[in-house]
């Protein structure tokens, strides 16, 4: 069909008219996707953001303390702004590694691994529960009151403060009657002295040596106190107020006591020394090593079904550090798991909690050596 020349340039407008319409659509459709994509981007890069976060905000765990009836992890959940390699240099700089480090504590419930930020501010050492539940002692961090006893309701974690003196370590008896501190009323100055508070009556007494801060315990009976002064181990009863000289050690600057802890049964005390773990019987004072540990400190938990604790020949890997049972019936350690462990607790007869690399809580069976994570999420191998 023959068509005029009107007929032909309004047949060509209109064709164009497609052509730009199409385009334009095309346009638009890419700008849409554009848009989209922009938009997913950056819900992606929030939400990337936003994990991270709520990773960094607890990037470092320290000091587990189990509740007395094993459903709770107290625990010092740090925020670390240097690099993770300087971690111990700061915590070793007691009193000036808060420019470095936020420290709350948190409560993780078990078994999810559900965890509850308190909003308390907490050094990371000398965390202990209350025997009945009810409440944790702890060494404030709040600015206002740094290094200062606060007792914190678990219920509604109202506080109230044990002492303004400058505190590290810090336990109930097994009765909960009475409070054991270390404290320095002339920090950095003066000596460590020890502290022991009846809670009904509020009498403190205060035996006047220069102790080792961070090693005390109770006996199981709960009316005495064990601590030392790096080379001797004291007993003191609580009622009568009398001390005694459990064990003394030759004074040299490369050896010294530390890690005390009271076996099950009230019989023996147990302590390290030169890279061995051992115990003195409280009735005869006789001195018996028990196992070897191949590293400068030694974390460890004694309770009726063993002593839990770590050990690593390797000066170079973390992954080689071993989560191990001391049986003293059988006198040898089982192996239970390996790699990047810190602080084992018995959870309970069968169960042992750790941390594990910095910021992580595992359960590992205490006979099958499997392992769960509970924090930060569920994980098992």
Wanted: net charge negative; proline share 4%; hydrophobic share 35%.
């Amino acid at each position: 069909k023959l068509l005029t020349m009107e007929e032909g340039l309004n047949r060509q407008d209109a064709k164009d008219a497609k052509k730009r319409t199409e385009r334009r659509g095309r346009k638009l459709e890419i700008w849409g996707l554009a848009a989209i994509a922009t938009l997913a981007a950056a819900a992606g890069c929030f939400w990337i953001f936003f994990l991270r976060q709520v990773a960094l905000d607890v990037d470092t765990l320290a000091d587990p303390a189990v509740s007395p009836d094993g459903k709770l992890v107290a625990v010092v959940g740090m925020k670390t702004y240097r690099a993770a390699e300087k971690l111990n240099q700061v915590l070793l700089r007691l009193g000036t590694y808060l420019d470095d480090i936020d420290s709350h504590l948190y409560l993780v419930r078990l078994p999810d691994g559900i965890i509850q930020k308190t909003g308390i501010d907490v050094l990371p050492h000398g965390l202990s529960w209350r025997p009945d539940g009810s409440e944790i002692c702890l060494i404030s961090a709040a600015e206002n009151d740094f290094s200062s006893l606060q007792r914190i309701s678990v219920s509604g974690f109202s506080k109230e403060k044990v002492t303004s003196a400058h505190c590290f370590k810090a336990c109930y008896s097994p009765s909960g009657e009475y409070l054991a501190y270390t404290q320095n009323p002339t920090f950095p100055n003066g000596k460590w002295n020890l502290v022991i508070e009846s809670l009904p009556s509020g009498k403190r007494t205060r035996i006047i040596e220069d102790v080792d801060p961070g090693y005390i315990c109770w006996h199981r009976g709960g009316k005495k106190v064990y601590y030392t002064n790096r080379h001797q181990i004291f007993e003191q009863d609580v009622e009568s107020a009398q001390k005694r000289v459990l064990l003394s050690i030759q004074q040299d600057e490369d050896t010294w006591i530390a890690d005390l802890v009271c076996s099950p049964d009230g019989s023996l005390l147990g302590f390290r020394s030169e890279g061995v773990f051992q115990t003195v019987d409280l009735e005869t004072g006789e001195v018996t090593q028990l196992f070897e540990y191949h590293q400068p400190w030694l974390e460890f938990d004694w309770k009726d079904q063993g002593i839990c604790y770590i050990d690593n020949s390797s000066s170079q890997s973390l992954q080689d550090t071993k989560l191990l049972v001391y049986r003293p019936e059988e006198e040898r350690s089982l192996e239970v798991a390996r790699g990047p462990i810190t602080c084992p607790r018995w959870l309970d007869r069968s169960h042992i909690l750790v941390r594990q690399s910095l910021n992580e809580l595992w359960i590992y069976e205490a006979g099958s050596g499997r392992g769960k994570r509970i924090f930060p999420g569920p994980s098992t191998k």
